[in-house]
């Protein structure tokens, strides 16, 4: 059966440094990966997927991720976080979401 | 384009009775449709698969007869929430898929907030 992990609940990083938001899935083919962003009383932004191909994807916002079939993982990156950043992310295999990472931005 | 829309964007009613929640997609024929719902700071629970001319798949623990869902169209879903209770407050949000299209990408309605009192 399929399964999204995402393994910290929240975060929290200073406006600038880097961040990396973890996600590991359970599929048994090839899976398609999607990272979405909600923000408080918004809907659901699409920020990135993967269907196959170059697994380093770009994506809005300047995110990115990285698709390792090894590791089951496609973790979320972002060089340099901007205090409107701030939400909370989850991670998609196809129709399943992960539990989500609420992101903290300290000033 | 791949719009898809939800009315109401939020309802109240009484306890006992039923809502009708409806998932369109604006500008593309959508062969699958989902059903979520989403507590508060929690996240997305797939609570059904619908395709056109079928009846829904329902996932394990979610209520079929409380959660009736028709998917009629191309272009529409409905969620019915039948003799609502406080419990089934809740946010509920549909997406669409344009399989037909090549690819499995889903996108997202708005969502319902719907508090039942």
């Known amino acids: 059966a399929q399964s999204v992990t995402q393994p910290d609940i929240h975060i929290t990083v200073s406006e600038g440094a880097s961040l990396e938001l973890r996600c590991n899935y359970s599929?048994?083919?090839?899976?398609?990966l999607f990272w979405y962003v909600q923000s408080p009383g918004q809907g659901l932004q699409l920020l990135l997927k993967y269907f196959s191909g170059d697994t380093l994807v770009q994506g809005i916002k300047g995110f990115e991720a990285e698709f390792k079939r090894s590791q089951s993982s496609f973790n979320l990156r972002k060089p340099s976080v901007h205090w409107s950043d701030a939400a909370e992310y989850f991670c998609?295999?196809?129709?399943?979401f992960g539990a989500g990472t609420r992101l903290t931005v300290k000033p | 384009g791949a719009v898809v829309s939800q009315h109401p964007s939020w309802v109240i009613c009484k306890s006992g009775t039923s809502v009708k929640i409806e998932c369109r997609s604006l500008?593309?024929?959508?062969?699958?449709m989902f059903w979520y719902r989403q507590f508060p700071k929690q996240s997305l629970m797939l609570m059904a698969t619908s395709n056109e001319g079928s009846k829904a798949t329902y996932e394990q623990g979610v209520e079929k007869d409380k959660f009736l869902i028709n998917h009629a169209s191309l272009t529409l879903s409905t969620l019915t929430v039948t003799s609502a209770h406080p419990e089934d407050s809740s946010f509920y949000i549909c997406s669409a898929r344009d399989f037909w299209g090549g690819y499995n990408e889903q996108f997202f309605g708005p969502g319902t907030r719907l508090t039942v009192l």
């Open positions: 599929y048994g083919a090839t899976p398609y």
């Open positions: 500008d593309f024929q959508a062969t699958t």
């Open positions: 998609a295999v196809d129709m399943r």
